[in-house]
């Protein structure tokens, strides 16, 4: 008889997900996730990412604009609409800054 695995219903944590609720709000000293990302705004998608930056050995300015991606990706996910695109562009270009002193 073939033997039955059980298989966890829990979806695994994605990275910027991950990084966003356990690092960066514990750091924010947010507990609810979920209104965060909800409530995010130009200025808390450029601390994450400063954040990352400053907290993780971030070596390439690809990583960074990786980041940035999820994190936008996520951010449509839990809002179910896309981020500004002009705060979207201005992130960009404080990825690109970043990238001076990676």
């Given at each position: 008889m073939?033997?039955?695995?059980?298989v966890s219903q829990q979806r695994p944590l994605q990275g910027p997900y991950?990084?966003?609720e356990i690092r960066f709000c514990a750091f924010q000293g947010v507990d609810d996730v979920r209104g965060a990302i909800q409530q995010c705004d130009k200025a808390t998608t450029?601390?994450?990412?400063?954040f990352i930056c400053e907290n993780y050995k971030v070596k390439a300015f690809n990583s960074v604009?990786?980041?940035l991606l999820q994190f936008k990706q996520l951010y449509?996910?839990?809002n179910g609409r896309h981020m500004d695109t002009n705060d979207a562009?201005?992130?960009f270009k404080v990825c690109f800054h970043i990238q001076c002193y990676l």
């Amino acid at each position: 008889m073939a033997q039955v695995v059980q298989v966890s219903q829990q979806r695994p944590l994605q990275g910027p997900y991950h990084l966003f609720e356990i690092r960066f709000c514990a750091f924010q000293g947010v507990d609810d996730v979920r209104g965060a990302i909800q409530q995010c705004d130009k200025a808390t998608t450029m601390l994450f990412l400063c954040f990352i930056c400053e907290n993780y050995k971030v070596k390439a300015f690809n990583s960074v604009h990786q980041y940035l991606l999820q994190f936008k990706q996520l951010y449509n996910r839990v809002n179910g609409r896309h981020m500004d695109t002009n705060d979207a562009k201005e992130v960009f270009k404080v990825c690109f800054h970043i990238q001076c002193y990676l």
